[in-house]
């Protein structure tokens, strides 16, 4: 499956040109008991296959296995010498900034030559970059094959490759050429790259690895990806959508699980585009290849860790796709597999011999939660949380799986749920269990229990889908917030399991299956911003953290609404010095609250100004009473906001929320792209923010980006907490 091949058709070609290509396609042997376990019985991964068609914790198994061609098909045309397999690394020396002119960079570049003609050829293999041409001679003898070496090019002033949240994402092309006798273009390949430098050093505090890139170190926030599409139905524009989901999300990092692919190149273009480095697991996994024992498979732990049977076809499957995916910059490392490391016999030679031969510039994992790259390591938990456990509990240094809940707002749950069966879940009090629809239960389900019932009892199946939404800002905003407060500290990063699902599930998701994002999305972009000022639930304090390389000036303030006010009361004004990379505190509980307001409950406006750079960030938290509840949300009054919509051009959208001084605050604010039709969302839609709250006298914007759709026309629909539905005309 993970094998690219290629023949030379040229004897058998029909010289009128009507050919047929047939291919004969074979299920993997053995499919499996899709018996509920972890890759059911475990005996897919006797071949070298994607684990999880046989069935996860939130997947149901794919019935054929997705046997079938599942990747490109093309037909390549070329003279008599083939070029592929070119392979650019970049050297960046030093520890670099963002900004200003930039030492050199040096580039390195590689290439095979293939004649597999019947006579000797000569000729010239070259490139150009920024000018330099770089040209090597070549005598290739009948149906051989050649590595070609480039002598090294400085390139001066480079412009670098960032990952998001830290600079631009630079890129370079250049072609690598065969010229016949010098002149005769036979073939050439195309390489696009980044200029970068990565590097994965020991952190002796939190005993965990540190990335750095371009000698910066980089605290990831990331994410895990299982794959696109279930059925591996992949598009360049799908990818292009999710990949830019997560750099909305502020996230720097994406995981690529082994129960999956190795993703497609389009899927490491958009990380290229947008920012996201990624840790590529290879294709075993601890479920099925005998981590552990497990009663749902059918041979024992020692049997399992030999999986996969044909142990030269997995080796041969590692070289082509490191050679396939080693030019972008975005693939930072390389993971030997998911909480477990490959049989030896793989495992040492790709550690010791490929990865060196063919790249050499990552790191390498042997499996997911490694003591390299985290001591004490381990992963989870999977489920909700209390907000505060991820500010007084210390997690595992560098994290690669926390998890919780995702499930969309009504409209989306109307997309693949019957109408019979949109019930919410409730409680039994005669048996202690919460009791939900078993097609609920079908799609994987993450239970919320009481974390609903805490926002006042769901009247029906949307008011708790809308209550859900709100622990989902909340629960990762709070992870988020938590870990980025005691960076270097205690972390060096940490991994969501998961951000996506490649099919209708309702766990661990920032968007659903039809890519309609849900509140997880906007508040782990909140938590996650690169210059932040958050609460610290413990210490009833606020905290400021600084991911960029600058030091930052900023003027802080907090304040505080309550539920019968109409107005914002605020603290004085602070200024605090935030040096790069730290989190810093800014002032305690007595700055905002007092203990009638902590027992009550409150919105905590907490608001930053860089001082040097004019960015804003405000973080609005409705905190519970004294007994944990949020009751108090459903006593306020509705907000009579003032909302428009205008065109900056044909794909972007503003929209502005005012709520004047003599309101209340408007809470939780969604901001859809309906078809003026249907009032049905359009999708994919990309909101710069949402779920926002206005409190009064402010003015709020958001940026709506969208691809016109034909027989479509957009309209803005906003509704929150204490705002009725609104339908906006967009405005030219």
């Not at 830290?166 to 250049?174: A, F, I, R």
Request: hydrophobic share 35%; aromatic share 12%; net charge negative.
């Amino acid at each position: 499956m993970f094998l690219r091949q290629s023949y030379d058709i040229t004897s058998f070609l029909s010289k009128d040109g009507y050919n047929r290509l047939a291919v004969i396609v074979y299920p993997p042997d053995p499919v499996g008991n899709p018996n509920g376990g972890q890759g059911g019985d475990g005996v897919i991964a006797h071949s070298v296959t994607n684990q999880y068609v046989a069935g996860w914790d939130w997947i149901q198994p794919i019935h054929d296995r997705n046997t079938g061609i599942w990747d490109k098909v093309f037909i390549r045309k070329t003279k008599q010498v083939h070029v592929e397999n070119t392979h650019v690394v970049t050297l960046v020396p030093g520890k670099r900034n963002t900004d200003g002119k930039q030492a050199p960079a040096t580039i390195k570049v590689t290439t095979e030559v293939e004649n597999p003609d019947t006579g000797e050829i000569e000729g010239v293999v070259q490139f150009e970059l920024e000018g330099k041409k770089m040209s090597v001679k070549v005598k290739l003898a009948p149906q051989t094959m050649e590595l070609v070496e480039f002598p090294p090019l400085t390139l001066d002033s480079p412009r670098l490759w960032w990952p998001n949240g830290y600079g631009p994402q630079n890129l370079y092309n250049l072609k690598v050429k065969f010229l016949i006798n010098g002149t005769t273009v036979s073939d050439e390949e195309p390489v696009q790259f980044g200029v970068r430098e990565l590097k994965a050093v020991w952190n002796t505090k939190t005993n965990s690895r540190e990335i750095r890139v371009n000698g910066q170190k980089i605290f990831i926030k990331g994410g895990n990806w299982i794959l696109s599409d279930a059925m591996l139905r992949f598009s360049k524009e799908r990818y292009d959508a999710e990949i830019r989901f997560h750099r909305d999300m502020n996230l720097n990092l994406i995981r690529v699980w082994g129960g999956g692919i190795t993703e497609r190149p389009e899927f490491y273009d958009a990380c290229d585009r947008y920012g996201l480095l990624v840790m590529q697991d290879f294709w075993v996994s601890g479920d099925c290849n005998g981590r552990w024992y497990d009663p749902l498979k059918l041979e024992d732990t020692l049997a399992r860790r030999k999986y996969p049977d044909d142990h030269a076809l997995f080796l041969e499957s590692l070289e082509d796709q490191i050679k396939m995916l080693r030019n972008h910059p975005s693939l930072a490392i390389w993971c030997g597999g998911n909480e477990i490391r490959p049989p030896a016999d793989v495992l040492v030679p790709l550690r010791d011999s490929l990865l060196p031969a063919l790249d050499g510039t990552r790191f390498f994992f042997e499996y997911s939660n490694d003591d390299s790259m985290s001591l004490h390591s381990g992963d989870g938990p999977y489920t909700l949380q209390p907000d505060k456990s991820f500010w007084e509990k210390r997690s595992f240094p560098f994290n690669s799986e926390v998890g919780s809940v995702g499930i969309g707002d009504y409209e989306s749950l109307q997309r693949f749920i019957p109408k019979a069966d949109l019930v919410p879940p409730y409680f039994n009090p005669s048996t202690g269990k919460w009791v939900v629809d078993s097609v609920w239960q079908y799609h994987k389900y993450s239970c919320y229990d009481s974390a609903v019932e805490a926002y006042g009892h769901p009247e029906d199946i949307e008011d708790f889908a809308t209550k859900a939404q709100l622990v989902n800002y909340n629960q990762y905003r709070a992870l988020m917030e938590g870990f980025t407060a005691h960076m270097w500290d205690w972390y060096t990063g940490v991994i969501i399991w998961k951000t996506q699902n490649p099919w209708t599930a309702m766990v661990g998701q920032m968007y659903d299956v039809y890519l309609d994002p849900n509140a997880s999305l906007y508040g782990l972009s909140e938590g996650a911003k690169p210059l932040h000022i958050m609460y610290d639930p413990i210490h009833k304090s606020a905290i400021v953290a600084n991911n960029k390389f600058n030091s930052a000036r900023i003027i802080c303030w907090a304040g505080i609404c309550r539920s019968s006010d109409y107005f914002l009361t605020k603290s004085e004004t602070k200024w605090v010095s935030a040096q790069s990379c730290v989190a810093v505190h800014v002032f305690g509980s007595s700055a905002h609250l007092n203990k009638e307001d902590e027992n009550a409950g409150v919105f905590l406006v907490l608001h930053l100004v860089d001082s040097i750079t004019g960015y804003f960030d405000e973080n609005i938290y409705a905190l519970p009473d004294s007994s944990g509840s949020y009751s108090w949300l459903n006593r306020i009054e509705q907000a009579d906001i003032i909302a428009s919509a205008y065109y900056n051009n044909d794909s972007v959208i503003t929209v502005t929320i005012k709520n004047n001084d003599s309101n209340p605050l408007a809470f939780f604010n969604r901001i859809s792209l309906v078809d003026k039709k249907t009032k049905k969302r359009i999708l994919p839609v990309f909101y710069n923010n949402n779920y926002i709250s206005v409190p009064p006298g402010e003015v709020k914007t958001v940026r709506v980006s969208f691809s016109k759709q034909q027989g479509v026309e957009p309209m803005v629909c906003v509704e929150g907490w204490n705002v009725d539905e609104i339908y906006l005309e967009i405005k030219k």
